[in-house]
């Protein structure tokens, strides 16, 4: 006798129920002999393990059974159909997989697709002994040196290199391209430099929120003593002389300007001087170029606090790794705060006002405040309050005078919270 033909309702395809240790399905495929089907079992548990514990053959009048059976026990047909346990052990295998590839690179000492970061030509980078360039540890990264030069910023002894910035660090070795976007005063520029001042390379910075033309950014003809000369920009002498360019202020550049900067985002990227007969420039080995912005991408929320800021379109954002830096935490803030006042500021001080700089940035978050609270406005303020010996007259050019009279006044509402009046 011949099965009956299975109904509409009786679907090929995973058949599941939620337990208290996990999904239970079983999956009804086409099994090799003709009017025969073959029904799996399992469990997915919480991390997504899905093994196969029943697999067998049936007929169809079996299977009918089996679905009321199924249907009784509260198995529902899951839409997703037969590839579903496939697709939850592809889910469960991923992050062991990624671990593995992970692993092998780091074994392999893996550095960027641009190569590592070389010494300066001619410089002394080397340790004299092997023809090794010195690198500095910065974090947990090794950052190979430079040479002292002119434009080699000075080191901030007090500065603080926290983990969260290892990454960034790593990004400098392999020659990518990074933007770092926050309020302004949360350390953008100056993780930048002290990494620059650290390993001994020079900047250069260009601001885009003001005077910075095209002829200043990628260079001009001028004439001199009678004849015509070519003046570089600021960009194609970073990439000749192997400095750092810090694109500051980036979401004001003009358009121009983003135009140029394109071609060189690329790793290898070389710049055209059109101006210049379409001379070809190469990027020096350690050619690095960064951008700072305070309202682009996931800081656009606060656009309106940044007057004038462009959008930046998609597709040069993507050409970018972009970091957004928060400020300090309340610890790190105490830490930093001791370090840069030494000896006179102790943790007594520096943990009250910290605390204070970070109430005032959540009453930024919550829109209570329309001024940003920077570490730079924490640290000078700190620094008057040590000289004068009152916070509040410290206060006055540190703080308010820069702000709303409303908004001075619930700082002031701030610190009062948080230091009692002499008594
Ligand atoms: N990690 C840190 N350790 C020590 N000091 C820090 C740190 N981060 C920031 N600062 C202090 O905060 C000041 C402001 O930082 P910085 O100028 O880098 O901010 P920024 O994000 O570039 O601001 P803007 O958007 O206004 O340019 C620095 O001069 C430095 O004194
Ligand atoms: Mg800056």
New binding site residues.
């Given amino acids: 006798m011949n099965a009956p033909e299975l109904t509409e309702d009786e679907r090929l395809g995973l058949y599941l129920r939620n337990t208290e240790t996990g999904t239970e399905w079983w999956r009804v495929s086409v099994a090799d002999r003709p009017q025969t089907f073959r029904l799996e079992h399992g469990i997915e548990d919480a991390e997504a393990q899905a093994s196969v514990d029943i697999d067998l053959v049936v007929d169809a009048e079996n299977l009918r059974a089996k679905l009321k059976k199924w249907h009784r026990e509260g198995f529902v047909f899951e839409a997703r159909g037969a590839s579903s346990a496939t697709d939850a052990q592809q889910r469960a295998a991923f992050m062991p997989a990624l671990q593995r590839a992970a692993a092998a690179r780091r074994a392999a000492g893996h550095v960027g697709h641009a190569g590592p970061l070389q010494a300066r030509t001619g410089a002394s980078a080397t340790n004299g002994a092997a023809n090794e360039p010195r690198s500095v540890r910065i974090g947990e990264v090794d950052v190979p040196c430079g040479a002292p030069g002119p434009l080699v910023p000075r080191v ?1 002894p ?5 983990a969260r910035f290892n990454d960034i660090v790593e990004d400098i070795v392999e020659n990518r391209r990074v933007m770092l976007i ?10 930048i430099e002290q990494v620059a001042a650290r390993a001994q390379h020079g900047v250069v910075r260009s601001n885009m929120n003001g005077q910075t033309t095209v002829g200043d950014f990628v260079g001009f003809w001028t004439v001199k003593g009678g004849e015509t000369l070519w003046v570089d920009g600021v960009l194609p002498t970073a990439m000749r002389e192997g400095l750092w360019l810090i694109v ?1 202020e980036i979401d004001f550049a003009e358009p121009s300007i983003l135009a140029a900067l394109t071609a060189v985002l690329e790793p290898h990227g070389r710049l055209t001087l059109k101006e210049k007969g379409n001379e070809v420039v190469e990027p020096h080995p350690a050619f690095r170029l960064f951008a ?1 912005a ?1 309202a682009v991408g996931a800081m656009s929320q606060f656009r309106h606090l940044y007057q004038g800021a462009n959008l930046m379109n998609e597709a040069f954002l993507d050409r970018w790794r972009v970091y957004l ?1 928060d400020y ?1 935490s309340p610890a ?1 803030e105490t830490d ?1 705060l001791m370090r ?1 006042l030494a000896p006179h500021m102790t943790q007594t001080l520096a943990a009250t006002l910290a605390a204070i700089a970070a109430d005032c940035r959540a009453a930024f978050a919550r829109e209570d405040l329309s001024s940003a609270f ?3 406005r924490l ?1 000078d303020w700190a620094e008057l309050m040590l000289r004068t010996g009152d916070p509040e007259r410290a206060a006055g050019p540190a703080i308010y005078a820069k702000v709303s009279p409303e908004d001075a006044t619930l700082i002031r509402g701030i610190i009062r919270h948080h230091i009692a009046p002499a008594g």
């Fill in positions: 901030n007090a500065y603080l290199f926290s926050g309020h302004t005063g949360a350390g953008k520029t100056s993780l500051d700072t305070n830096l300090l790190e930093v840069t920077s570490t730079r640290l």
